[in-house]
């Protein structure tokens, strides 16, 4: 794991803040608690997102070792009480992003690379593999022929089963092109290639809903109806913030998050509502952290993960947001055992898993994965 980078590339509370409403308020003793459930025998090893549905949990990210030239895929799925990781179809690589469907459609995207000579390797591919409740696949996405570089960001399952991919290639000028692509269920159907033009330099997370309506965010939010993409108007208090994690609950309902640049506390989290109108900065602590992801546990209370490197702020490296009593964005929870935090998701039940790296990081590298779980 590599420190301070957006995942799909690797705050002082001024300005508008909104006023967050969840199905039950908090009182200020209702502290949950996180149960870590991390995998064993996972040293050198890194989950970079998780998701639920239907009664099926992944967690995606990578292992390292000598073996792995850099490093492996790893895809790992919740038995109920552990983990398995069922073999993976390419040997040396990366996965970022992973969408869950149903417990026999399953997607995973990252990037593959392959060994060059006795000790190096290629500069990858996009990676692309679906597992239909029995195996992982590779799915080879209908890029233009002949291209050379390519690369995906982020996957998503609509409620209709359909699979919406986010990635890119160079074409034979060597300039980049970015192109969303929607296959049916499974992969079977067929692929379409959709522009993938979002007005964003990178998009890091999808989310896809009714009506082929999707929501891209990377260097900020950007919205495609069917036909194109429209970039949206965020607060400029909020110019040059990176966001990692998306969740749309309704139209009128779309929480994101992720970070900007401070030049006194380095990184300030940042969080931003759209309530049907306009997007607007929600308030978060003055203090050094970046959010990687938000969830919603089953009072509608929202909880965001993320990473701090501050020592005072948490020495263990874990950055979890939750309302206090006044409906204020607070650091209320410390996952035991967790260190940097890079995903989230809830369950039909309501409980909120998160998945990243262990506590102990050092030069950048978590010793192992985490996976915790609470409610």
Do not use: C
Not at 241 to 260: F, K, Q, S
């Amino acid at each position: 794991m590599f420190l301070s980078l957006p995942r799909a590339a690797t705050a002082l509370a001024v300005g508008l803040a909104v006023a967050v409403t969840t199905a039950a308020s908090p009182a200020a003793a209702d502290i949950h608690t996180w149960r870590d459930i991390s995998p064993s025998d996972s040293d050198g090893s890194v989950l970079f997102d998780i998701e639920t549905a239907d009664g099926a949990t992944w967690a995606v990210g990578l292992r390292r070792d000598a073996t792995t030239r850099p490093f492996a895929p790893v895809a790992m799925r919740w038995t109920g009480t552990g983990w398995e990781a069922p073999a993976q179809p390419a040997a040396h690589g990366r996965l970022a992003d992973v969408a869950v469907g149903a417990p026999d459609e399953v997607w995973a995207v990252g990037t593959r690379h392959e060994t060059v000579g006795e000790d190096g390797w290629d500069g990858g591919r996009a990676l692309l593999q679906h597992w239909d409740g029995a195996a992982w696949s590779e799915i080879v996405l209908p890029f233009p022929e002949g291209v050379v570089q390519t690369s995906v960001s982020a996957v998503d399952v609509d409620a209709d089963g359909s699979v919406w991919v986010y990635g890119g290639y160079a074409d034979a000028a060597g300039q980049y092109v970015s192109v969303l692509f929607r296959g049916d269920a499974g992969g079977g159907g067929g692929w379409t290639r959709l522009p993938g033009d979002t007005g964003l330099a990178w998009v890091s997370q999808l989310e896809a809903g009714p009506g082929g309506i999707v929501h891209a965010i990377g260097d900020g939010v950007s919205r495609f109806d069917g036909t194109a993409w429209t970039k949206q108007s965020i607060p400029r208090t909020l110019d040059g913030a990176l966001l990692d994690g998306i969740e749309v609950r309704a139209a009128d309902d779309i929480w994101a998050v992720g970070h900007v640049r401070d030049a006194r506390l380095w990184r300030r989290p940042v969080i931003v509502h759209f309530d049907g109108q306009a997007w607007r900065k929600v308030r978060t602590p003055a203090e050094t952290g970046q959010l990687y992801d938000i969830a919603f546990d089953g009072a509608g209370r929202p909880v965001a993960v993320g990473e701090t490197q501050d020592p005072a702020v948490n020495p263990s490296g874990n950055y979890v947001l939750t309302l206090d009593a006044q409906g204020v964005f607070t650091r209320t929870e410390e996952p035991p055992g967790a260190g940097y935090l890079y995903g989230a998701t809830a369950d039909a039940t309501g409980r909120v898993w998160t998945a990243g790296g262990s506590a102990g990081a050092e030069g950048g590298m978590s010793p192992s994965a985490y996976a915790g779980i609470r409610g």
